[in-house]
Protein backbone atom coordinates (compact mmCIF):
# COMPACT_ATOMS: atom_id res chain seq x y z
CA UNK A 1 0.00 0.00 0.00
CA UNK A 2 1.55 3.36 -0.93
CA UNK A 3 1.74 6.08 1.72
CA UNK A 4 1.47 9.74 1.61
CA UNK A 5 3.31 12.07 3.34
CA UNK A 6 2.63 15.88 2.83
CA UNK A 7 4.80 18.28 4.64
CA UNK A 8 5.09 20.79 6.40
CA UNK A 9 2.43 20.10 8.79
CA UNK A 10 1.51 23.75 8.75
CA UNK A 11 2.79 26.89 6.53
CA UNK A 12 1.84 30.39 7.73
CA UNK A 13 2.51 32.85 5.15
CA UNK A 14 1.84 36.84 4.95
CA UNK A 15 -0.87 37.30 1.92
CA UNK A 16 1.21 38.58 -1.39
CA UNK A 17 3.82 35.01 -0.79
CA UNK A 18 4.26 32.19 -2.41
CA UNK A 19 3.14 28.85 -0.95
CA UNK A 20 4.87 25.09 -2.20
CA UNK A 21 3.28 22.22 -0.64
CA UNK A 22 5.08 18.55 -0.78
CA UNK A 23 3.46 15.29 -1.29
CA UNK A 24 5.91 12.28 -1.05
CA UNK A 25 4.55 8.75 -1.96
CA UNK A 26 6.17 5.62 -0.32
CA UNK A 27 6.68 4.20 -4.37
CA UNK A 28 5.77 5.43 -8.10
CA UNK A 29 2.36 6.94 -8.53
CA UNK A 30 1.77 5.34 -12.21
CA UNK A 31 0.32 8.10 -14.47
CA UNK A 32 0.90 10.96 -12.17
CA UNK A 33 -2.61 9.65 -10.75
CA UNK A 34 -2.03 12.56 -7.75
CA UNK A 35 -4.64 15.23 -7.32
CA UNK A 36 -5.08 18.40 -4.99
CA UNK A 37 -7.72 19.34 -2.63
CA UNK A 38 -8.54 21.96 -0.59
CA UNK A 39 -10.76 22.14 2.28
CA UNK A 40 -11.71 24.95 4.41
CA UNK A 41 -13.77 24.25 8.03
CA UNK A 42 -17.07 22.89 7.60
CA UNK A 43 -17.13 22.50 4.22
CA UNK A 44 -16.15 19.46 1.32
CA UNK A 45 -13.04 19.64 -0.06
CA UNK A 46 -12.69 21.09 -3.27
CA UNK A 47 -10.68 19.78 -5.88
CA UNK A 48 -7.98 21.73 -7.66
CA UNK A 49 -5.62 19.59 -9.37
CA UNK A 50 -6.09 15.88 -11.02
CA UNK A 51 -3.10 14.19 -13.04
CA UNK A 52 -0.94 16.29 -11.08
CA UNK A 53 -0.80 19.11 -12.80
CA UNK A 54 -4.23 19.67 -14.43
CA UNK A 55 -6.28 22.21 -13.05
CA UNK A 56 -10.12 21.38 -11.83
CA UNK A 57 -12.75 23.56 -13.59
CA UNK A 58 -12.95 26.83 -11.98
CA UNK A 59 -9.53 26.93 -10.32
CA UNK A 60 -7.54 30.05 -10.62
CA UNK A 61 -4.12 30.10 -12.22
CA UNK A 62 -2.53 31.25 -9.10
CA UNK A 63 -2.63 27.39 -8.67
CA UNK A 64 -0.64 24.86 -9.91
CA UNK A 65 0.68 21.41 -9.12
CA UNK A 66 4.07 19.28 -10.48
CA UNK A 67 6.07 16.44 -10.03
CA UNK A 68 6.03 12.83 -11.01
CA UNK A 69 6.76 9.20 -9.85
CA UNK A 70 7.24 9.90 -5.80
CA UNK A 71 7.56 14.10 -5.38
CA UNK A 72 4.38 15.99 -6.34
CA UNK A 73 4.21 20.15 -5.41
CA UNK A 74 1.29 22.14 -5.07
CA UNK A 75 2.09 25.86 -5.20
CA UNK A 76 0.15 28.94 -4.86
CA UNK A 77 2.06 31.72 -6.44
CA UNK A 78 2.84 34.91 -5.21
CA UNK A 79 -0.74 36.19 -5.28
CA UNK A 80 -1.70 34.37 -1.90
CA UNK A 81 -4.79 35.55 -0.90
CA UNK A 82 -6.45 35.31 2.86
CA UNK A 83 -9.37 33.10 1.29
CA UNK A 84 -6.53 30.71 0.40
CA UNK A 85 -6.58 29.73 4.12
CA UNK A 86 -7.23 25.97 4.43
CA UNK A 87 -6.05 22.47 4.67
CA UNK A 88 -4.59 20.76 1.62
CA UNK A 89 -5.01 17.19 0.99
CA UNK A 90 -3.03 15.28 -1.94
CA UNK A 91 -5.18 11.88 -3.33
CA UNK A 92 -3.55 8.81 -4.81
CA UNK A 93 -5.65 7.16 -7.20
CA UNK A 94 -5.26 4.44 -9.94
CA UNK A 95 -4.17 1.32 -8.26
CA UNK A 96 -5.39 2.36 -5.03
CA UNK A 97 -6.84 5.33 -3.11
CA UNK A 98 -5.29 6.95 -0.33
CA UNK A 99 -5.04 10.32 0.75
CA UNK A 100 -1.99 12.51 2.82
CA UNK A 101 -2.54 13.77 5.76
CA UNK A 102 -2.92 17.29 5.02
CA UNK A 103 -0.75 20.67 4.91
CA UNK A 104 -2.48 23.77 6.61
CA UNK A 105 -1.66 26.83 4.86
CA UNK A 106 -2.78 30.17 7.16
CA UNK A 107 -2.35 33.77 6.07
CA UNK A 108 -1.12 35.67 8.92
CA UNK B 1 -25.92 20.83 -12.08
CA UNK B 2 -24.22 17.71 -10.59
CA UNK B 3 -25.71 17.83 -6.81
CA UNK B 4 -25.07 15.14 -4.30
CA UNK B 5 -27.18 15.48 -1.17
CA UNK B 6 -27.11 13.44 1.86
CA UNK B 7 -28.96 12.26 4.89
CA UNK B 8 -28.85 14.15 8.02
CA UNK B 9 -27.21 13.97 11.21
CA UNK B 10 -26.91 10.76 13.25
CA UNK B 11 -26.20 9.79 16.95
CA UNK B 12 -25.85 6.09 17.87
CA UNK B 13 -24.76 3.99 20.96
CA UNK B 14 -21.31 1.63 20.08
CA UNK B 15 -22.16 -1.50 18.63
CA UNK B 16 -25.04 -0.13 16.43
CA UNK B 17 -25.19 0.57 12.71
CA UNK B 18 -25.89 3.39 10.96
CA UNK B 19 -27.10 3.91 7.03
CA UNK B 20 -26.19 7.08 5.25
CA UNK B 21 -27.70 8.18 2.10
CA UNK B 22 -26.94 10.12 -0.87
CA UNK B 23 -29.20 11.28 -3.45
CA UNK B 24 -27.35 12.40 -6.99
CA UNK B 25 -29.00 14.55 -9.61
CA UNK B 26 -27.78 16.69 -12.62
CA UNK B 27 -25.86 13.71 -14.42
CA UNK B 28 -26.58 9.71 -15.20
CA UNK B 29 -26.44 7.82 -11.64
CA UNK B 30 -26.06 4.48 -13.42
CA UNK B 31 -22.76 5.94 -15.22
CA UNK B 32 -20.22 7.02 -12.42
CA UNK B 33 -18.68 5.18 -9.76
CA UNK B 34 -20.10 6.44 -6.17
CA UNK B 35 -16.99 6.41 -3.56
CA UNK B 36 -17.34 7.04 0.32
CA UNK B 37 -14.79 9.32 2.73
CA UNK B 38 -15.04 9.54 6.19
CA UNK B 39 -13.37 12.58 8.08
CA UNK B 40 -12.77 12.16 12.10
CA UNK B 41 -12.91 15.46 13.89
CA UNK B 42 -9.63 17.43 13.11
CA UNK B 43 -7.97 14.84 11.77
CA UNK B 44 -7.42 13.82 7.46
CA UNK B 45 -9.99 11.93 4.98
CA UNK B 46 -10.14 8.51 5.07
CA UNK B 47 -11.04 6.51 1.69
CA UNK B 48 -13.99 3.86 2.60
CA UNK B 49 -15.34 2.30 -0.53
CA UNK B 50 -17.16 2.54 -3.77
CA UNK B 51 -20.07 1.18 -5.21
CA UNK B 52 -20.28 0.93 -9.17
CA UNK B 53 -24.47 2.12 -9.23
CA UNK B 54 -24.72 0.11 -12.60
CA UNK B 55 -23.67 -3.12 -11.40
CA UNK B 56 -23.90 -2.83 -8.15
CA UNK B 57 -20.69 -4.17 -7.82
CA UNK B 58 -18.45 -3.24 -4.40
CA UNK B 59 -15.04 -2.68 -3.62
CA UNK B 60 -14.33 -1.68 -0.10
CA UNK B 61 -11.07 -0.70 2.39
CA UNK B 62 -9.31 -3.19 3.92
CA UNK B 63 -10.02 -0.82 7.47
CA UNK B 64 -13.51 -1.66 6.83
CA UNK B 65 -14.27 -4.34 4.20
CA UNK B 66 -15.67 -6.56 7.52
CA UNK B 67 -18.06 -3.32 8.77
CA UNK B 68 -19.39 -1.69 5.64
CA UNK B 69 -22.14 -2.37 3.15
CA UNK B 70 -22.54 0.04 0.08
CA UNK B 71 -25.57 -0.57 -1.87
CA UNK B 72 -28.04 1.61 -4.49
CA UNK B 73 -31.08 2.40 -5.56
CA UNK B 74 -31.39 3.04 -9.26
CA UNK B 75 -34.94 4.27 -9.54
CA UNK B 76 -33.90 7.08 -7.09
CA UNK B 77 -30.92 7.98 -7.87
CA UNK B 78 -29.36 7.42 -4.32
CA UNK B 79 -26.39 4.97 -2.79
CA UNK B 80 -26.10 3.80 0.86
CA UNK B 81 -23.65 3.66 2.89
CA UNK B 82 -24.25 1.11 6.06
CA UNK B 83 -21.48 0.88 9.04
CA UNK B 84 -22.15 -2.03 11.61
CA UNK B 85 -20.77 -2.65 14.99
CA UNK B 86 -20.25 1.32 15.60
CA UNK B 87 -17.44 2.37 17.78
CA UNK B 88 -16.49 5.53 19.21
CA UNK B 89 -13.67 6.22 17.11
CA UNK B 90 -16.21 6.00 13.81
CA UNK B 91 -17.57 9.47 15.64
CA UNK B 92 -17.17 11.43 11.97
CA UNK B 93 -18.23 13.09 8.91
CA UNK B 94 -19.21 10.55 6.15
CA UNK B 95 -18.93 12.22 2.49
CA UNK B 96 -20.09 10.85 -0.67
CA UNK B 97 -18.02 11.42 -3.57
CA UNK B 98 -18.83 11.19 -7.38
CA UNK B 99 -15.63 9.25 -9.21
CA UNK B 100 -15.23 8.13 -12.55
CA UNK B 101 -17.24 7.35 -15.40
CA UNK B 102 -14.79 4.57 -16.68
CA UNK B 103 -12.68 2.96 -13.79
CA UNK B 104 -13.13 2.45 -10.69
CA UNK B 105 -10.38 4.76 -8.84
CA UNK B 106 -10.18 8.39 -9.44
CA UNK B 107 -10.47 11.88 -7.77
CA UNK B 108 -13.31 13.58 -7.10
CA UNK B 109 -14.63 16.96 -8.56
CA UNK B 110 -18.40 16.40 -6.86
CA UNK B 111 -18.67 15.89 -2.73
CA UNK B 112 -21.67 15.31 -1.05
CA UNK B 113 -21.99 17.74 2.11
CA UNK B 114 -21.42 15.06 4.51
CA UNK B 115 -23.11 13.44 7.20
CA UNK B 116 -22.04 13.63 11.02
CA UNK B 117 -22.17 10.20 12.53
CA UNK B 118 -21.60 10.24 16.14
CA UNK B 119 -21.25 7.14 17.98
CA UNK B 120 -21.89 7.95 22.33
CA UNK B 121 -22.92 5.63 24.80
Known amino acids: EIVLTQSPGTLSLSPGERATLSCRAS???????LAWYQQKPGQAPRLLIY????RATGIPDRFSGGGSGTDFTLTISNRLEPEDSAVYYC????????FGGGTKVEIK | QVQLVQSGTEVKKPGASVKVSCKAS????????LHWVRQAPGQGLEWMGL????????NYANNFHDRVTMTRDTSISTAYMELSRLKSDDTAVYYC??????????????WGQGTLVTVSS
Open chain 2, 97 to 110: ARGNSDFWSGYYAY
Open chain 2, 26 to 33: GYTFTGYY
Open chain 2, 51 to 58: INPNSGGT
Open chain 1, 91 to 98: QLYGSSVT
Open chain 1, 51 to 54: GASN
Open chain 1, 27 to 33: QSVSSNY
